[in-house]
């Protein structure tokens, strides 16, 4: 989306030519681990676990039984097993949790999710499955031979000592104790963010909504008494806060929106800080943020917030200049204004693009109805990395959901599923599901495993009179999740469950999903796409150019609002909570990174569903935009270059948690990584 360009014709180019066939509905697809689940009831969801983890112990204990001198590889592939049972229900329970339109299978889908917390608790503080894997000798000529099963067992070592395995008795049961809560109150605090859908009624009906887009409003139809009501649901609160010209209305659905989770989040988040603090203690850290840290890239907290303090002051004089343009432009409507409150922010910044860059993004909804960007997306995916994906006819947990199959060269490689819009009780915002971890056949699993995984987002669904047309946000959220996807997928071919799939450090998972967005803001590949619903004409490379530019306005003010979230993750996280004000921290921070002042009567903290999942963690979405950045810079002008894709697919998607993320990064540039690109691109 950056940009600017002059308002020439648009350019006539045909839909890009592909050799990838296209998708084809399968009567008879090939059964993989999770077909059992997908459409299953809280019985059979429940059964299934309950195998899974009765597999899991007999599992467990073949490898605590075997006997001195087991060859390496065959001890480590027997350690490696003891997740293969739980590698499927585990990531169904977790979708289900999130997404299941049945509270049963949701409510069975929770129960599962504790007892296997509870199992890997257990398995994580066993001391004799810990002492069996320690007798492994490193040093011998078998293990030096293998670099990726002695990085795999040396890790797994310092998993068990990082959960407490080496601690007394009391500590242990209190360590079993404290993580079976954790589960819990994350449960909790989910739970609530997801059920509590807010609403604001404009009485008025049509005449509150100026400034939205006609098919927006169309999809809002009054209510007997001539009313509209908007939800703070995603697809209702973006559009809402960009167009509506009523500031009263965006200031109501602003403070419904950051009230989310209020008030049973406030006290849910104080119990799931001071359990994750007491945690951190019991294990010899002096807070969760540091316990956090310790295995990621950063390291420790003070190195993160190092990190979040430099990429504060590179931004410092465009925040400044972007927030003058914003005053400027306010000033027009309201004389002598001095501070520009959030609720009026991206109203704002869409009348800056308009005056300043000529760019509306209701310009471009038109060219971007859901059908076409979904296909566009697998078009260019399948392109990028000679893959074809076919539509199969499954039956899943909800008639939207759909199933596709990932094959090269006729071989299947994966499976993955489409939840794509809103729903009652859903996930509210975007993410990729890993549901199977693949790997490829070996001893302990002769069929080996299909790597499976779920897109969950919350998209218009199309209607016979709606095509429910994408802000162009969305349309990069689409390829965002794709890269999760994509690195999932192709990552699972190894020949270890523990080092399949995304398993690198947590801080490098979003490098492959911000990179994958520049896709989304390339002309070329737009235009292979993105036609008017009704011309038919692709979109114009000029109104792409405008795009783009639009959306790097603005990006001092959306990396500072970032470095606020990641610092407040930190503070939260990083000391003790007692007597804590999760809200105070929100007004004493928030004017050290952003010049918007806090509304009061609202609590970003309860609906901040990061705070469960990230922890202390926020910093990683700028840590990897610096790495995507600096990978993108080895792409060059042509993004359909599949050479470079192939070297990217090599050395960093497929190789999974078998190495080091900095290795993989070096490995892929040829030299450490940098600041160079980012600063650039900040700087543009």
Known sequence: MPGAGPGDRAARIPRMKTQVPAPSASSQPVATALSPLLAAGPEALGAAAAGALASAAAARDRFVALPAGTPFLEAVDAFDALGHHLNTITGAAGLFFQVHPAPGVRERAAAVEQDISRYATDLSLDRAVYERLAALDLSAPEAQAQPVARRLVEKALRDFRRAGVDRDEASRTRVRALREELVLIGQEFSRTIASDVRTVTIPEGRAGLEGLPEDWIASHPPAADGSVAVTTNPTDFLPFMKYAQNGAYRQALYRAYHSRGAP??????????????????????????????????????????????????????????????????????????????????????????????????????????????????????????????????????????????????????????????????????????????????????????????????????????????????????????????????????????SVAGISTEWDFVEVPSQLYEEWSRDVSVLQSFARHHVTGEPIPAALVARMRAAADYGKGIGTRIQMFYAALSLAYYGGDPAGLDSTEVIRRLKPQYVPFPHEEGTTLQTGFGHLEGYTALYYTYMWSLVLAKDLFSQFGADLQDTAVARRYRQRVLEPGGSRDAELLVSDFLGRPFDFRAFEAWLAA
């Open 264 to 497: 049973a989040n406030l006290d849910v988040l104080a119990r799931m800080l001071a359990r994750r603090h007491e945690l951190a203690t019991l294990l010899g850290y002096p807070s969760w943020a540091a316990y956090a840290t310790e295995d990621k890239m950063i390291r420790t907290p003070g190195r993160a917030a190092e990190f979040v303090a430099r990429v504060t002051e590179l931004t410092g004089a465009r925040l400044q200049r972007e927030v003058d343009e914003l005053l400027e432009a306010q000033r027009r409507t309201e004389p002598g204004a001095q501070v520009i409150h959030d609720y009026d922010r991206m109203q704002l910044m869409e009348s800056v693009r308009r005056d300043r860059l000529r760019y509306d993004s209701r310009d471009a909804r038109p060219y971007f109805p859901y059908e076409a960007v979904k296909r566009g997306v697998l078009d260019t995916t399948a392109r990028l990395h000679g893959l074809h994906f076919q539509k199969l006819a499954l039956a899943c947990w909800h008639p939207d959901i759909e199933a596709w199959d990932v094959r090269e060269n006729g071989v299947l490689l994966a499976r993955f599923y489409l939840d794509m819009h809103p729903r009652t009780d859903k996930y509210k915002h975007a993410a990729m599901f890993d549901l199977v971890a693949g790997f490829q056949p070996g001893a302990a699993a002769p069929a080996g495993r299909v790597p499976e995984a779920c897109l969950v987002c919350n998209f218009p669904q199309p209607t016979d009179d709606d095509p429910g047309l994408m802000e162009p946000g969305e349309v990069t959220t689409l390829f965002h999740e794709f890269g999760h996807l994509m690195h999932h997928l192709l990552a699972g071919r190894q020949r270890w469950l």
